[in-house]
């Protein structure tokens, strides 16, 4: 090994010796021919030779301990590097960093697998429940028009859970996925709006979006934010079922020339205000998900993660009994420009 790095030493050192030996060789060719005497060529010999000799002993000395202890942690064992010239220190803060970033990828991973066993785990756990509760109806004695309604609910859980499950799987390739382009929020909220208009009928609530134009335009990902717009509506209408009587859920849009906020304003239960820290964590549900059989937890940290990802704010505000208010902050499109209001 130490032969090894004896060459691997003469090899990155070739320029130096070639310089000192044209240098010698020219000051011993100027003694030799200009300057007469048996012993002249003595003296060149010696002036040159010694001092290139000392200084190719120290720095072999050093550049060999150093490369030998970089072989040992190469191999596996872990061994002090130890650098005693400037190129090795920054060579050893280097590996120093590498290494730290490293073990924060290797972190990062390790809790991102973590979080995909437990939101596996919670995902089996809520598909499973509507699937117990079809096979109860299918078993009790009702007539076929109830039956084909509570089995239509419940495939409508199984599908949100596998959509929820869809979507947070898709975010961690949301780069690959992504066309940001001018959107028109408000066609886009309609239609979101439509899709759950069923949900709405049962839970008596009543829609209705306010805003002083018929188009506005945003800069966002259309897939993703119907993503977005679904999970909170979704939402809204959840926690709206819980209370009686009829209530109205509103989406107010305002404007200027930069941004666009679309607030989603629910009659529901609310958040508790001691719950209202942990909304956006993964699988939270807090005391208003055990009053909801089928809340996951998944749908706010999902909405959070897309908001970041589309550059997008996201905030709430809400009072326990009486409703909450989701806002998204959206980047304004040029294609407003025209707008006289704005």
Request: proline content about 3%; glycine content about 4%; aromatic content about 10%.
């Amino acid at each position: 090994m130490n032969k090894q790095l004896l060459k691997n030493y003469i090899r990155d050192r070739k320029g130096f010796i070639l310089i000192y030996l044209f240098c010698s060789s020219s000051l011993i060719f100027y003694f030799n021919f200009i300057t007469v005497g048996e012993n002249s060529i003595l003296y060149p010999v010696l002036f040159t030779t010694l001092p290139f000799f000392v200084f190719l002993l120290f720095d072999s000395s050093k550049y060999m301990k150093f490369n030998q202890r970089l072989l040992s942690n190469i191999e596996g064992v872990a061994t002090d590097l130890s650098p005693s010239t400037y190129e090795q220190q920054l060579v050893n803060q280097l590996l120093l960093k590498m290494s730290i970033s490293n073990s924060q990828q290797y972190q990062q991973l390790k809790e991102h697998h973590r979080e995909n066993l437990y939101f596996l785990s919670h995902l089996m756990h809520h598909l499973k429940a509507p699937l117990s509760v079809i096979e109860i109806i299918l078993n009790d004695e009702t007539n076929i028009e109830e039956v084909n309604e509570a089995i239509q609910q419940q495939a409508t859980r199984i599908r949100q859970t596998v959509d929820q499950a869809l979507s947070l799987v898709r975010t961690d390739a949301f780069e690959n996925d992504l066309a940001i382009q001018p959107v028109d929020i408000i066609a886009l909220l309609q239609q979101c709006i439509n899709e759950q208009k069923k949900e709405c009928i049962q839970s008596n609530i009543y829609p209705k979006i306010v805003c002083p134009v018929k188009q506005l335009f945003v800069i966002t990902d259309s897939k993703w934010c119907k993503v977005l717009l679904q999970q909170l509506i979704s939402n809204a209408i959840k926690y709206s079922a819980l209370k009686d009587g009829k209530k109205m859920l509103s989406f107010i849009i305002e404007y200027d020339k930069t941004h666009v906020s679309l607030r989603i304003v629910d009659e529901g239960i609310g958040i508790p205000a001691y719950d209202q820290h942990a909304v956006f964590q993964p699988f939270f549900t807090g005391e208003n998900g055990r009053k909801v059989t089928h809340s996951s937890g998944i749908g706010l940290y999902l909405c959070q993660k897309i908001c970041k990802r589309l550059d997008h704010e996201l905030s709430f505000v809400s009072k326990q009994y009486e409703g909450s208010t989701f806002t998204i902050k959206m980047k304004v499109s040029i294609q407003n420009k025209n707008l006289t209001n704005m």
